[in-house]
Structure formats: structure tokens, C-alpha cells
């Protein structure tokens, strides 16, 4: 029986890493994995359990909701992870960086 990969889950996972400037080594000592692990799970040779997903996921700064979001392809890496700091935000601290954001565009 042939598997049919709907989601690329490793490359997605490697995607973000080379973004936010993390190695592979770097989120196996957080999961306390080996190296060769994440590879595996990178090169979709090695299966990522839901928990170690969430978990490396944690390690990038990404929700697992936002892992699976298609990122408008638009957004360069910097806005994207600008974003996803944003979203991690209440309400009032939002007001307060737009209205930075707001003065410094100004200037």
C-alpha cells in the first residue's frame, strides 16, 4: 500500500528551522533526540509523533495551527516570524506596537 503524503510535515519543519537561523542538532537537545533523528524526520524517513511535532514546533515559535497554515508566499521570513511574535500578544500590547509601528514608519 502506497502512502500519499498530503503535508510535507519534514520539509515544512526544515523550512522554518533554516528561517529562524536554528539547527537540527539545536531542537534534538531540546526533545533530547539525536541529530539523526530530526534529519530523518526532515527527509520524511523517520515518522514525527504528534507529541514530538508539538514539541519541536515550541522549539521554532510556531503554533501547531500556525505550522499547518499555508503562509501567504508574499511574506518574507521576517514578517512571517514578526507575525507569529504578534500573534503570541494580548490585545493591548497589539494597540501599543501598531502604534509604534505607526510612529516609526513616520520618521
Known amino acids: 500500500m502506497e502512502l500519499i503524503t498530503l503535508f510535507d ?3 515544512r519543519i526544515r523550512k522554518l ?3 529562524r537561523g536554528i539547527s537540527a542538532k539545536e531542537i534534538a537537545i531540546s526533545l ?3 541529530a539523526s533523528f ?3 524526520i526532515e527527509r520524511n ?3 514525527c509523533s504528534l507529541e514530538n511535532l508539538e ?3 515550541q522549539v521554532l515559535g510556531v503554533t501547531l495551527a500556525g505550522f499547518f497554515a499555508e503562509p501567504p508566499e508574499e511574506l518574507g521570513p521576517e514578517l512571517m516570524r ?3 511574535t504578534a500573534r503570541k500578544l494580548t490585545p493591548e500590547q497589539r ?3 501598531q502604534k509604534l509601528l505607526e510612529t516609526m514608519s513616520k520618521g
Open 9 to 11: 510535515v519534514g520539509g
Open 17 to 19: 528551522r533554516k528561517e
Open 32 to 34: 533530547g533526540v539525536s
Open 38 to 40: 530530526i534529519s530523518g
Open 45 to 47: 524517513t523517520d515518522k
Open 55 to 57: 514539541r519541536i514546533c
Open 82 to 84: 514578526l507575525l507569529e
Open 95 to 97: 494597540e501599543h506596537l
